[in-house]
């Protein structure tokens, strides 16, 4: 802490010091030290002046601890951080002073309140600071990135309910893609990015959210640990078998450029849809595929910095079917029987294993795998019950007859 000898000054005050000690010295003219300092000859003399009757405090500026002449009177001053701690105990500096005004007929600005919070050391609730993102340049090539996501709306307003347009956005050059769907969920996702990949290709890596159906949920087994393995969804098992990358995003403003793409759209195809009374879904995929998206693309999509396509071509022989699709395992049980979906099916070929692989189609049809071979079955329509032990057996309830010396003792009772 300063002393009473030690004199604080500002770098602007302190810079004149050894100007003006060089001019009592009669090292320099009074002139000189005008020019030097950017003053006039007569500030020069007064600053001399003060200084040789007073000393370095004169170089400060007089206001200099003084209190403000617009500062409140300390009564009012106390008064007021009493309120704040008694009366509006947890309120904000800014809630403070509205109700101050309101209520206690006290007009007093929140900065003011604020400034007194903090010299008196008072804590209030702070609002949260806006994160700090930091933008990324777009990826250079045509399929280097795709970014995935699915928007809620009113697309079709009140003509029919709310539908999910599943969208996809290249990184590089803003070209759209798109389907509607009625939910958004692992079939919607598997069936758009296989309509995507037979138009454009396979894209080395997709940016998405972490909606359950993009990233798995389940917490992974010990072996799964011990072996280093991740669960994942099955729209994650699609894409890895089809060698693309997956990068989820933490936040909404990370995948910004698919956000803001349905901005756009949830205000243009609106109003295109509306303008050809469009009430389907049906009819809205046609629309956007045929109509829409082209003159969409034609007029917003910007050329990428290197003009290579890093999509690549669907391999030959390659069986889509067997990958969009819902792979689970199955118990098999000792009457060559399996369960799923609450369904049995019977399996009709012999095979030695503990587990086959169910895997379900787009359209719901039911495929059976051991080791890559199709397995025949067929479905069991009911399960014959095993019988029940007798002691399970409930007896019926004895009722006893309008003759029974029972009901005859409580009609003579009664009468």
């Given at each position: 802490?300063?002393?009473?000898?030690?004199?604080?000054?500002?770098?602007?005050?302190?810079?004149?010091?050894?100007?003006?000690?060089?001019?009592?010295?009669?090292?320099?003219?009074?002139?000189?030290?005008?020019?030097?300092?950017?003053?006039?000859?007569?500030?020069?003399?007064?600053?001399?002046?003060?200084?040789?009757?007073?000393?370095?405090?004169?170089?400060?500026?007089?206001?200099?601890?003084?209190?403000?002449?617009?500062?409140?009177?300390?009564?009012?001053?106390?008064?007021?951080?009493?309120?704040?701690?008694?009366?509006?105990?947890?309120?904000?500096?800014?809630?403070?002073?509205?109700?101050?005004?309101?209520?206690?007929?006290?007009?007093?600005?929140?900065?003011?309140?604020?400034?007194?919070?903090?010299?008196?050391?008072?804590?209030?609730?702070?609002?949260?600071?806006?994160?700090?993102?930091?933008?990324?340049?777009?990826?250079?090539?045509?399929?280097?990135?795709?970014?995935?996501?699915?928007?809620?709306?009113r697309w079709l307003e009140d003509r029919a309910q709310k539908c999910v347009l599943m969208g996809y956005i290249d990184d590089a050059t803003g070209r759209v893609?798109?389907?509607?769907?009625?939910?958004?969920?692992?079939?919607?996702?598997?069936?758009?990015?296989?309509?995507?990949?037979?138009?454009?290709?396979?894209?080395?890596?997709?940016?998405?959210?972490?909606?359950?159906?993009?990233?798995?949920?389940?917490?992974?087994?010990?072996?799964?640990?011990?072996?280093?393995?991740?669960?994942?969804?099955?729209?994650?098992?699609?894409?890895?078998?089809?060698?693309?990358?997956?990068?989820?995003?933490?936040?909404?403003?990370?995948?910004?450029?698919?956000?803001?793409?349905?901005?756009?759209?949830?205000?243009?195809?609106?109003?295109?849809?509306?303008?050809?009374?469009?009430?389907?879904?049906?009819?809205?995929?046609?629309?956007?595929?045929?109509?829409?998206?082209?003159?969409?693309?034609?007029?917003?999509?910007?050329?990428?910095?290197?003009?290579?396509?890093?999509?690549?071509?669907?391999?030959?022989?390659?069986?889509?079917?067997?990958?969009?699709?819902?792979?689970?395992?199955?118990?098999?049980?000792?009457?060559?029987?399996?369960?799923?979906?609450?369904?049995?099916?019977?399996?009709?070929?012999?095979?030695?294993?503990?587990?086959?692989?169910?895997?379900?189609?787009?359209?719901?049809?039911?495929?059976?795998?051991?080791?890559?071979?199709?397995?025949?079955?067929?479905?069991?329509?009911?399960?014959?019950?095993?019988?029940?032990?007798?002691?399970?057996?409930?007896?019926?309830?004895?009722?006893?007859?309008?003759?029974?010396?029972?009901?005859?003792?409580?009609?003579?009772?009664?009468?």
């Open positions: 802490m300063a002393g009473k000898d030690i004199i604080i000054m500002r770098p602007k005050e302190f810079s004149r010091v050894t100007v003006i000690d060089s001019v009592i010295s009669r090292k320099i003219t009074q002139i000189e030290a005008a020019d030097i300092l950017n003053l006039s000859a007569r500030q020069i003399r007064r600053i001399v002046k003060e200084v040789r009757a007073k000393g370095g405090i004169a170089m400060m500026h007089k206001s200099r601890g003084c209190l403000s002449n617009r500062a409140k009177p300390k009564d009012q001053r106390d008064k007021i951080l009493s309120l704040c701690q008694s009366k509006y105990q947890g309120y904000g500096p800014t809630f403070i002073a509205e109700k101050l005004f309101e209520i206690d007929k006290i007009c007093i600005h929140p900065d003011t309140i604020r400034k007194w919070f903090l010299k008196d050391g008072i804590g209030y609730k702070k609002r949260k600071s806006k994160k700090h993102y930091t933008w990324r340049p777009r990826k250079e090539c045509f399929g280097q990135m795709v970014q995935l996501d699915g928007s809620h709306h893609f798109g389907s509607f769907y009625e939910y958004e969920g692992v079939m919607p996702a598997m069936d758009s990015f296989r309509r995507y990949i037979k138009k454009y290709g396979i894209p080395q890596s997709v940016y998405l959210d972490k909606h359950p159906t993009y990233k798995s949920l389940k917490k992974p087994s010990l072996e799964d640990e011990l072996s280093n393995i991740k669960a994942l969804s099955q729209f994650e098992r699609a894409l890895k078998e089809l060698g693309v990358d997956i990068i989820h995003a933490n936040s909404p403003q990370a995948k910004g450029r698919i956000e803001r793409s349905f901005n756009t759209h949830q205000d243009r195809l609106v109003k295109e849809m509306n303008l050809k009374k469009i009430c389907t879904i049906k009819e809205a995929n046609k629309f956007l595929n045929s109509y829409y998206l082209p003159k969409h693309n034609r007029k917003f999509t910007v050329r990428a910095v290197n003009n290579s396509n890093l999509h690549r071509l669907i391999p030959a022989g390659l069986n889509l079917d067997r990958i969009f699709c819902i792979k689970k395992r199955a118990a098999l049980r000792n009457d060559f029987t399996i369960q799923y979906n609450n369904k049995f099916y019977q399996i009709l070929d012999t095979i030695r294993a503990k587990e086959i692989t169910v895997e379900e189609s787009l359209t719901g049809k039911i495929a059976l795998y051991h080791k890559d071979t199709k397995i025949k079955y067929k479905l069991i329509d009911k399960r014959p019950q095993k019988p029940k032990p007798p002691y399970m057996i409930r007896k019926p309830r004895f009722v006893p007859p309008k003759d029974h010396p029972y009901r005859l003792f409580k009609l003579r009772k009664a009468s």
